[in-house]
């Protein structure tokens, strides 16, 4: 019954279904393996401000060789040390920034390293309206040469959570913490990155926790290959579906027509004495000759 599976047309047919059923396994194994690997940077940035606490700081330099290396998902949160002078005259306040459930701002201070270049410094954070404080209200920063110690970050974006993209601030007023964003502000060249202080806050300052660098966290994408590795799945799953459903109609179908349930198709190769009288029965009668 199932002979016909041999065939040219049933033989090219289990072939792609195979070729089609190995791909989808492989993609949705490849999405899983994705999803998996966005967990796995999930839980190493949910350890790693226990792990940056037990590192010893190193020197900034070790980790940023110049103003322009970037902060990697490695690097970033790790504790570094600065030596250098404070620019009280350049320092900002970043507002509509949140901390333990309520609204303040950022006071940040360059910080001029060996090399004349500066450090954007956040020295903590105050509660209220960064635009409603008074010069006696923000801490004003250490003077002659300091070492602070603090936690690297990267440059800030446009989807950092407070990011005030748009211009209009106050002047003394920082919208994004970024070299992009104090090149214009200040007159030498700042590093790429910034560093939030963990040792040394005096009141009324409150440090600023580090924040987990971009891409690690169980974010939209995650789940978008959780999701694809299922659809992959439901196509093999479909495909195999679909094979098996055309087989049994097929055999079905010859059943029957050996059954004499169903008129068999003169093509049918069940009936190879069909093309034959078909032949015969469209040769006009009066063209038959009789033989003597």
Not at 69 to 74: D, F, G, I, N, R
Not at 117 to 146: C, I, T
Not at 162 to 188: D, E, F, H
Request: aromatic share 8%; glycine share 10%; charged share 15%.
């Amino acid at each position: 019954m199932y002979r016909f599976l041999l065939t040219p047309r049933w033989l090219g047919g289990l072939l792609f279904v195979v070729c089609a059923v190995v791909f989808c396994t492989f993609m949705g194994s490849w999405q899983l393996s994705r999803f998996e690997d966005r967990v796995q940077t999930h839980r190493a940035a949910q350890d790693a401000p226990a792990r940056d606490a037990r590192t010893a700081p190193v020197p900034l330099a070790e980790l940023l060789p110049t103003a322009r290396s970037a902060v990697t998902a490695e690097t970033s949160g790790r504790t570094v040390t600065a030596t250098g002078r404070y620019d009280g005259a350049h320092q900002f306040l970043v507002p509509g920034r949140e901390l333990d459930g309520r609204t303040g701002y950022y006071v940040l201070t360059p910080l001029r390293v060996t090399g004349g270049q500066a450090l954007p410094v956040v020295r903590g954070w105050l509660p209220g309206d960064a635009s409603k404080a008074s010069p006696a209200a923000v801490p004003a920063a250490p003077s002659g040469e300091v070492t602070v110690a603090g936690a690297l970050q990267a440059p800030e974006t446009d989807s950092t959570d407070g990011a005030v993209t748009r211009g209009g601030l106050p002047v003394g007023q920082l919208g994004m913490i970024s070299a992009a964003s104090l090149v214009n502000l200040v007159p030498y060249p700042v590093y790429g990155a910034w560093i939030t202080q963990t040792e040394g806050v005096t009141a009324p300052l409150t440090a600023v926790p580090p924040a987990a660098p971009a891409g690690t966290g169980l974010d939209l994408k995650a789940f978008q290959n959780l999701g694809y590795t299922g659809e992959w799945f439901v196509f093999a799953g479909f495909v195999l579906f679909m094979y098996v459903r055309l087989l049994r109609r097929e055999a079905e179908t010859r059943r029957d027509a050996a059954l004499g349930l169903v008129e068999q198709s003169p093509e049918s190769p069940e009936s190879p004495g069909a093309p034959a009288a078909a032949s015969a029965a469209q040769v006009p009668a009066d063209e038959v000759q009789l033989q003597p």
